[in-house]
Each structure stands twice: as structure tokens, then as C-alpha cells.
């Protein structure tokens, strides 16, 4: 009987790593949005207008439902009428059955579904998806303030994408939602006091009096294995707490560093400017990190890039202390420049000479901590000043001025779409002269840590490569 039951046990055990490990990393992000819908255990689920692949990841996403069999009502239904597939149903019963119906729906269809929810539901909540061919911001249109307040959660690369968000906040300010319409989220629930799905697994306490007084917006990351749904609960107030949601093992790796990071700094100069750590809940495999939210303010560029300096060059005082250049090179591989062209190869083994040069004669770097992801779109300006936030990379000991190269160079990488290569590294290296001089470092090459730090990066992105024939050349 116990080897039975040991062998129950073991085969349980080993389904639930397959559904993990054969999770669709695509659809996981694309179905993001399953966080909005009032679950609770055991209840089940039938769909209409998806396709086999998307009814095999809701079979196998780690979820509190399960499928219902065709001869049964299911108390969740989801629909939706406009993927191409064919979208039989629901029927008249089925509807009147659910206790729960959710609606994917392009503006064209929305209008008919939403009319007819609303007369059949107590309650009926709307989000929109943004962009509408891609979805990576969900926005509840509710109350104009919060539709405002939950688009201030996007700050997209492109100006044009900026300007765009700008004229949607404008227009829902006074009541207009129409640019957010153009696919919507459409969840009709009979039972108004149930939260979020997101809200029940993190333990989230629902205040002011019910579920129905409190909305979320979700930003979904992007569709890879370290992908978090960041959930900003919105009520009558302004936000000041953001949930972060990790279900994969990266993921959750990722928000262990960043509770550990924040608790590192939470008694530091710089605990102003970074967000403070509310609690850390790990919930039937699911972690969800809670941390202090700041409504972004407008700033002049010039005020901001001078409390970056002056953040950086505190950042770097952060348990500093100097390593051997020998020491560091041994994580760079001799062949890092395999597979390049010949102009990268050859400028890699130029610089990786003059580095093994300097590391044969004692050569010193600084090292200290760092936020191993500091780009524009990690930091804002607040009440308090300069707001720095995800610091899922952060290194208690990294390369000084990695975070002012990557600063200097994300957009060339992620923004530009045809990068200026020398405007670029000259940004990179006068950025690091002044935090170095801002932060009592002066007298180091720059050239040196930019060097070592590209070479570590050289199969991450081309631009790199650009950058460190440039910086070759640049050196003779």
C-alpha cells in the first residue's frame, strides 16, 4: 500500500514538471491576461473560437480550473469570436449556466457582446489590450482616472509609441476610450465580490469594501522563460504597490535577487530612490514580490541626466573595492569573438591582447554593486527625486560603469533604428568620465571596463560588435 501510494505520489509529481517544462512560452504571454478572471479551485472551464494549440496550453498552464467534458456546463466559459476559428457557441443554456464568461473581442464585435453581458451579468469588467496586434499593457476602462493611472505603466521605447500614450491619457482624462478599444478583455462574473485570480494567489487583501471597488493593470514582460506579470492594483487612490508575479523557475530566480537587492540597499543613501520591499509571498509555486509603486512626474532631460550621474556614482560606492584585471578576464573566453565577422574577430583578439597585457602587469578595476539592467525605461522621476526600479540583474559585485555603458547604449539597441555607432560610444565613454569623476574614481581608463564589458556581450546584440571595433580603433 505505501509503495502505491509512494508511486502515486512520484507519477503526480512528475506531471506537474512535464506541464511546467512543456509550458508554451508564447502563449503564456499572449494568454497573460488569465490573471484578471475570479477563479477559484476546482472550478472548470470550457472555450470557444481558440485553436487546438491554445486549448492544449489551457489544458496544461498551472491554473485553479480544469476542463469541463461536453456533457457537462462549465461555470467558465471563454470566447472568442475573432480569431478565425470556428466560434459555434455559446449557447443560450451554457450562458445562463456560467458563473464567469470572458470575451477576447476586436471593436467590431465587442459592442454586441458587451450589450449583452451587461443585461445578463451584475457585473462586467473592461480592459483594453495594448498595442491591439500584440498585447503587453492591459488597462481597465473604468473610471478615467484609473485608465490614466494605468497607462502611466507603459513607457514604450519610440517616441511615436510615447506620443500615441500620450494622446490616449488625454482622451480618457475626459471620458474617452475609443483609441483603447481597439481589441478589448470583456469578464461578466455573477458574483461581484470575487477578486482576480492574480489577487487570491499572492494573498492580496482587498480594502475598501470589495473586489468590484478594485481594478488592475497588468503589464505582461515579454514571451520568454523570465517573464513576470507586473499587476498594479487601482482603487480610489493613486497606486503605491505593485505586485510582480513569477511562475517559472528563471522568473522566480529573478524576484529572489530583487527582494534581496532592494533588502541590500533598504538602509543605504540611495534607499530614497529605489523602491521599498512591502512583502515577498511564495503560493502554490507561484512568487509574487510586493514593492512600493511611484506615479512617474515630468522633469527637465538635464535635471534627469544629472541625477542619473549623481545616482550611478553613489550606486558605486556600494560595496567597492578593487580586482584584478587577471581575475576578471577568466570570465571572458578567448574565442568570444567565434562566429563573428572578420572585422569584430580581429578587433576582439586586438583588444583581448592589450587587456591580457595590462592584466600582466597587476592591472586594477573597481567593482561594486550594481542594477545590471539601468536604462531609461528602469528609472522616472518622482516626488522624491530619481525612481530606480527592477533590479532582477542587480550584482553585489559587477564591472564598474556597466550600468553607465548599457544606459548610454540601450537605445541604440532597443529605440534607434539606425544608431549613430560613434555618437554612441562617445556618449558610453564621457558618461563614465563623469561618474567617475562624480563618484571619486578619477584617473581610471574608461576605455579599459568598456572594453571588458563589451567583450562579455559580443553574442548578445551586433551593435556590441560595431561598438568594439570602433573602441579598436579608437585606441591606437
Given at each position: 500500500?505505501?509503495?502505491?501510494?509512494?508511486?502515486?505520489?512520484?507519477?503526480?509529481?512528475?506531471?506537474?514538471?512535464?506541464?511546467?517544462?512543456?509550458?508554451?512560452?508564447?502563449?503564456?504571454?499572449?494568454?497573460?491576461?488569465?490573471?484578471?478572471?475570479?477563479?477559484?479551485?476546482?472550478?472548470?472551464?470550457?472555450m470557444y473560437g481558440f485553436s487546438v494549440e491554445e486549448e492544449q496550453f489551457w489544458c496544461t498552464a498551472?491554473?485553479?480550473?480544469?476542463?469541463?467534458?461536453?456533457?457537462?456546463?462549465?461555470?467558465?466559459?471563454?470566447?472568442?469570436?475573432?480569431?478565425?476559428?470556428?466560434?459555434?457557441?455559446?449557447?443560450?443554456?451554457?450562458?445562463?449556466?456560467?458563473?464567469?464568461?470572458?470575451?477576447?473581442?476586436?471593436?467590431?464585435?465587442?459592442r454586441k457582446w458587451r450589450s449583452r453581458l451587461a443585461a445578463e451579468f451584475p457585473l462586467l469588467k473592461?480592459?483594453?489590450?495594448?498595442?491591439?496586434?500584440?498585447?503587453?499593457?492591459?488597462?481597465?476602462?473604468?473610471?478615467?482616472?484609473?485608465?490614466?493611472?494605468?497607462?502611466?505603466?507603459?513607457?514604450?521605447?519610440?517616441?511615436?509609441?510615447?506620443?500615441?500614450?500620450?494622446?490616449?491619457?488625454?482622451?480618457?482624462?475626459?471620458?474617452?476610450?475609443?483609441?483603447?478599444?481597439?481589441?478589448?478583455?470583456?469578464?461578466?462574473?455573477?458574483?461581484?465580490?470575487?477578486?482576480?485570480?492574480?489577487?487570491?494567489?499572492?494573498?492580496?487583501?482587498?480594502?475598501g469594501g470589495g473586489a468590484d471597488e478594485v481594478e488592475y493593470a497588468l503589464y505582461l514582460g515579454g514571451?520568454?522563460?523570465?517573464?513576470?506579470?507586473?499587476?498594479?492594483?487601482?482603487?480610489?487612490?493613486?497606486?503605491?504597490?505593485?505586485?510582480?508575479?513569477?511562475?517559472?523557475?528563471?522568473?522566480?530566480?529573478?524576484?529572489?535577487?530583487?527582494?534581496?537587492?532592494?533588502?541590500?540597499?533598504?538602509?543605504?543613501?540611495?534607499?530614497?530612490?529605489?523602491?521599498?520591499?512591502?512583502?515577498?509571498?511564495?503560493?502554490?509555486?507561484?512568487?509574487?514580490?510586493?514593492?512600493?509603486?511611484?506615479?512617474?512626474?515630468?522633469?527637465?532631460?538635464?535635471?534627469?541626466?544629472?541625477?542619473?550621474?549623481?545616482?550611478?556614482?553613489?550606486?558605486?560606492?556600494?560595496?567597492?573595492?578593487?580586482?584584478?584585471?587577471?581575475?576578471?578576464?577568466?570570465?571572458?573566453?578567448?574565442?568570444?569573438?567565434?562566429?563573428?565577422?572578420?572585422?569584430?574577430?580581429?578587433?576582439?583578439?586586438?583588444?583581448?591582447?592589450?587587456?591580457?597585457?595590462?592584466?600582466?602587469?597587476?592591472?586594477?578595476?573597481?567593482?561594486?554593486?550594481?542594477?545590471?539592467?539601468?536604462?531609461?525605461?528602469?528609472?522616472?522621476?518622482?516626488?522624491?527625486?530619481?525612481?530606480?526600479?527592477?533590479?532582477?540583474?542587480?550584482?553585489?559585485?559587477?564591472?564598474?560603469?556597466?550600468?553607465?555603458?548599457?544606459?548610454?547604449?540601450?537605445?541604440?539597441?532597443?529605440?534607434?533604428?539606425?544608431?549613430?555607432?560613434?555618437?554612441?560610444?562617445?556618449?558610453?565613454?564621457?558618461?563614465?568620465?563623469?561618474?567617475?569623476?562624480?563618484?571619486?574614481?578619477?584617473?581610471?581608463?574608461?576605455?579599459?571596463?568598456?572594453?571588458?564589458?563589451?567583450?562579455?556581450?559580443?553574442?548578445?546584440?551586433?551593435?556590441?560588435?560595431?561598438?568594439?571595433?570602433?573602441?579598436?580603433?579608437?585606441?591606437?
Open positions: 500500500m505505501l509503495i502505491c501510494c509512494f508511486v502515486n505520489i512520484i507519477d503526480v509529481l512528475l506531471d506537474y514538471c512535464y506541464l511546467i517544462v512543456s509550458l508554451d512560452l508564447k502563449k503564456d504571454y499572449e494568454f497573460g491576461w488569465r490573471w484578471l478572471l475570479p477563479l477559484h479551485a476546482g472550478i472548470t472551464y470550457r498551472p491554473l485553479a480550473f480544469s476542463s469541463s467534458s461536453r456533457n457537462t456546463l462549465a461555470e467558465v466559459l471563454l470566447v472568442n469570436p475573432d480569431n478565425g476559428y470556428a466560434c459555434n457557441g455559446p449557447t443560450d443554456e451554457e450562458m445562463g449556466s456560467a458563473s464567469v464568461i470572458c470575451i477576447v473581442a476586436k471593436r467590431s464585435s465587442a473592461e480592459y483594453g489590450l495594448l498595442p491591439a496586434t500584440n498585447p503587453r499593457v492591459i488597462v481597465p476602462l473604468a473610471a478615467p482616472h484609473l485608465v490614466v493611472a494605468a497607462l502611466g505603466l507603459h513607457r514604450p521605447g519610440r517616441w511615436v509609441a510615447r506620443l500615441g500614450v500620450s494622446v490616449a491619457q488625454s482622451l480618457a482624462g475626459i471620458g474617452n476610450f475609443s483609441l483603447l478599444r481597439g481589441r478589448v478583455l470583456l469578464i461578466a462574473s455573477r458574483d461581484p465580490k470575487r477578486p482576480a485570480h492574480g489577487s487570491v494567489v499572492a494573498g492580496w487583501p482587498v480594502r514571451p520568454d522563460e523570465n517573464r513576470k506579470t507586473v499587476i498594479v492594483p487601482l482603487g480610489l487612490n493613486t497606486p503605491n504597490v505593485i505586485l510582480k508575479v513569477a511562475m517559472l523557475d528563471k522568473a522566480r530566480a529573478s524576484l529572489r535577487n530583487e527582494a534581496a537587492s532592494i533588502n541590500a540597499l533598504a538602509h543605504s543613501p540611495l534607499a530614497i530612490h529605489i523602491p521599498k520591499l512591502v512583502d515577498v509571498v511564495d503560493a502554490d509555486g507561484i512568487l509574487t514580490l510586493y514593492q512600493e509603486y511611484r506615479p512617474r512626474r515630468a522633469t527637465k532631460p538635464r535635471q534627469m541626466r544629472e541625477s542619473v550621474i549623481g545616482f550611478l556614482a553613489s550606486l558605486s560606492r556600494m560595496e567597492r573595492r578593487k580586482e584584478r584585471l587577471a581575475v576578471l578576464l577568466e570570465d571572458i573566453p578567448v574565442e568570444a569573438s567565434s562566429g563573428m565577422s572578420d572585422k569584430v574577430a580581429i578587433a576582439c583578439r586586438a583588444l583581448y591582447a592589450r587587456l591580457e597585457a595590462l592584466s600582466q602587469a597587476g592591472t586594477l578595476l573597481w567593482v561594486h554593486r550594481s542594477h545590471g539592467d539601468f536604462a531609461s525605461w528602469n528609472c522616472s522621476w518622482s516626488e522624491h527625486g530619481i525612481f530606480v526600479f527592477d533590479w532582477e540583474a542587480s550584482r553585489a559585485q559587477d564591472l564598474a560603469f556597466g550600468d553607465v555603458f548599457y544606459y548610454a547604449i540601450a537605445p541604440a539597441l532597443h529605440v534607434q533604428r539606425n544608431p549613430h555607432v560613434q555618437k554612441t560610444l562617445d556618449a558610453a565613454l564621457y558618461l563614465a568620465q563623469q561618474v567617475s569623476e562624480s563618484a571619486d574614481m578619477g584617473g581610471v581608463d574608461c576605455r579599459v571596463y568598456l572594453a571588458l564589458w563589451l567583450l562579455g556581450r559580443l553574442g548578445e546584440a551586433s551593435q556590441y560588435g560595431e561598438l568594439l571595433i570602433l573602441l579598436e580603433e579608437y585606441w591606437q
